[in-house]
């Protein structure tokens, strides 16, 4: 619909856990939700086997940086952060270029993703290299599978977006471009994910064929530990730092999808609207033709209701193009922390089983295993690599939505100056009739 160039996504960068609201509470959500929460009384007792106390940790990590400040020009403030941080970032990424290939087989579309870095981990300081969608969905997994402690970005949906019939149109491709850029661009600026083997291997190999068959079966230690965890025993309760963020990770997804449906009605209608606009405004310029002295307010009718159809057309697309990707790239975001989430819990469960063999034992100070002490390291990691990605994760998601909202704002508000000033315009050309008169 747009003859335009693309616009990019905003990017974004690490927020503090302490700062999350807590969506179903009031003044008590901080301490729900902050370093200072009560944890479960069925993890507050300390077992003390040996010289080894083995405690669930409930601690909160500190609070992160604070998000930079905005610019109190609108257009600034849309802006932000394209590039903080940008003196001290050694990796960047971008993906452009899409190719429509068509096999015997098969009809797919190919991306470019150009590497620019100064780290060792990289033999170049620059790489290009075509990756299709599947590409992309292998590494995603293999992030899972290597990093299970961590939020791994969210890609867009495989299959056709509501409302896009045709799979290979531009309007869609862009739209699925701009979401596996954002993708690469968040794994980008993590600390752990962007030192990735899989990253790396996927950013610079000729031929990632090879390397997808040479990983088939292989996973890390940690990973393959979370797939094995203790199968049949319940959690008895989530600490309530942990039960907050399952809380407000529901509630979030349950007001983004409500918000996303109604969106697109509303896009819908709006596109109804335009076409009875665009039948309704020649109307009055046929009409014209038959007319003497109201000829030329006619005519301004007429061009006034095209102008319309045209700020409302721009208001249409600014709405499919940039709101609703956001909105559907957060509601999987929750799925994936929630993903999370439910990992920590299986590597608690798994250690309270363990723990509680261990209490059973009848010797007066048993001897830790290392199966315990190692699972206890791993839910510990858990818990302390969750809470600094859902800091990072809310000040993300603090800063896009303050974007969107913010240009949501100002497109609004062109699309109602243009009407307005389309309808100011013709007032001259009746008032001089009346005048004549």
């Not at 529901?250 to 819908?268: E, V, W, Y």
């Not at 005519?299 to 159809?309: H, K």
């Not at 363990?354 to 199966?371: F, G, I, N, S, Y």
Request: charged share 30%.
């Amino acid at each position: 619909m747009s003859g335009g160039p693309p616009k990019a996504l905003p990017s974004t960068g690490p927020h503090s856990l302490r700062d999350m609201p807590h969506p179903l509470a009031g003044s008590s959500s901080e301490e729900a939700v902050g370093g200072d929460s009560t944890p479960s009384p069925d993890l507050l007792t300390a077992r003390s086997f040996g010289d080894k106390d083995l405690i669930l940790p409930n601690g909160s990590t500190p609070a992160g940086p604070a998000s930079p400040a905005s610019s109190s020009s609108l257009l600034n403030r849309l802006q932000l952060d394209d590039d903080i941080d940008g003196e001290t970032r050694d990796l960047f990424v971008t993906v452009d270029d899409p190719k429509k290939h068509v096999c015997t087989m098969e009809t797919y579309i190919t991306y470019r993703i150009t590497t620019k870095s100064t780290r060792v981990e990289f033999d170049l300081p620059e790489y290009s290299v075509r990756r299709r969608y599947q590409d992309f969905d292998w590494l995603r997994n293999k992030l899972e599978e290597s990093q299970p402690t961590h939020l791994i970005p969210p890609l867009p949906e495989k299959f056709v977006v509501k409302g896009v019939v045709d799979r290979f149109s531009e309007e869609f491709v862009e739209t699925r471009r701009k979401a596996l850029d954002k993708f690469l661009k968040r794994i980008t600026d993590h600390p752990v994910l962007s030192f990735n083997e899989h990253f790396n291997v996927f950013l610079t190999a000729k031929d990632l064929n090879a390397h997808k068959k040479q990983g088939m079966a292989l996973l890390t230690r940690v990973g393959e530990s979370v797939k094995h965890v203790t199968g049949g025993y319940k959690l008895r309760s989530r600490p309530l730092e942990f039960a907050a963020i399952g809380e407000y990770l529901d509630t979030f997804a349950l007001k983004l999808g409500t918000i996303d449906r109604i969106a697109q009605r509303i896009i819908k209608e709006e596109i109804e609207y335009l076409v009875e606009l665009r039948e309704y405004g020649p109307v009055y310029s046929t009409w014209s033709a038959l007319e003497g002295e109201l000829a030329e307010p006619l005519e301004g009718v007429s061009a006034c209701i095209g102008n319309c159809s045209t700020a409302l057309e721009e208001l249409t697309e600014d709405m499919t193009e940039d709101f609703l990707p956001v909105l559907r790239e957060y509601i999987l975001y929750s799925d994936s922390m929630k993903s999370v989430l439910k990992k920590r819990d299986q590597v608690q469960a798994e250690y309270e089983a363990k723990l509680e063999a261990v209490a059973l034992r009848k010797e007066e100070r048993p001897k830790v295993p290392a199966d315990v002490e190692k699972c206890q390291d791993r839910m510990e990691c858990f818990n302390a690599d969750l809470k600094a990605d859902m800091e990072r994760w809310q000040n993300s998601k603090r800063q896009d939505f303050r974007q969107l909202l913010m240009g949501m704002a100002d497109k609004n508000i062109q699309y109602y100056e243009k009407c307005l000033m389309a309808w100011e315009s013709i007032i001259p050309l009746l008032q001089e009739k009346q005048e004549a008169k």
